[in-house]
Each structure stands twice: as structure tokens, then as C-alpha cells.
Nanobody
Framework: VQLQASGGGLVQAGGSLRLSCAGS????????MGWFRQVPGKEREFVAV????????YYADSVKGRFTISRDNTKNTVYLQMNSLKPEDTAVYYC???????????????WGQGTLVTVSS
């Protein structure tokens, strides 16, 4: 199984980025897909999750109203559209796949390699 995340980069505060995560080696449509992020020295934190068909999504309070998670099961890809970015959004962002609709990283079976997002003030 591989989850390949991309789309990170350097952006000014207030700007936007779109992360992508392409899955292979798994039946993508059978997995709940989530995004997490991690800052060095801190624990990995939940950002967003989308259910199997993409009909429902849930967000951390810190990103609600600014980030949008979506998925395209025909392309085995999950996206994270990030708008109105803030310096505190700076982190390595990870996509992950789970059999459970969960906000807890321990419930996720497969992880991407991470993509760095840096928001300058």
C-alpha cells in the first residue's frame, strides 16, 4: 500500500494551498481518508476526515471554515483545500487511511510520507 502526498510548499499568510494524496495497493473506496499534521516536538494532530463516499466530513476546530477535504474515488485520491492559511498552520501534513471513521491517529492503518506546508507571516 502506498499513499503519496503532494502539494505542500511555502505560502504567505492568507494564501491557499491544495494538498493531494494518491493511494495505490488498497481498495481506496473502502477506506475512510484523513489528514493529520505534525510540528516538530509536538504530537500528530487531526485535521480532517472524509467518509467512504465523501458524503460526510469532519474538521478540527482550528481549521473549520478554512479547510475542505474531498475525495475522488475514481482517481483514488483525497484532497485538502486550505484557504486563509495562518502561520500556525505550518506543519508536515500526512494523509492516512482507516477502516474506522476516526479522529485518532492510532486508528489509521496506512500513512503517506508527509508534505511540508510553511506559512510565512
Amino acid at each position: 500500500v502506498q499513499l503519496q502526498a503532494s502539494g505542500g510548499g511555502l505560502v504567505q499568510a492568507g494564501g491557499s494551498l491544495r494538498l493531494s494524496c494518491a493511494g495505490s495497493g488498497l481498495t481506496f473506496r473502502r477506506y475512510v481518508m484523513g489528514w493529520f499534521r505534525q510540528v516538530p516536538g509536538k504530537e500528530r494532530e487531526f485535521v480532517a476526515v472524509t467518509t467512504l463516499g465523501g458524503g460526510s466530513s469532519y474538521y478540527a476546530d482550528s481549521v473549520k471554515g478554512r479547510f475542505t477535504i474531498s475525495r475522488d474515488n475514481t482517481k483514488n485520491t483525497v484532497y485538502l483545500q486550505m484557504n486563509s492559511l495562518k502561520p500556525e498552520d505550518t506543519a508536515v501534513y500526512y494523509c492516512a487511511a482507516s477502516r474506522a471513521n476516526s479522529h485518532t491517529s492510532n486508528d489509521y492503518d496506512y500513512w503517506g510520507q508527509g508534505t511540508l506546508v510553511t506559512v510565512s507571516s
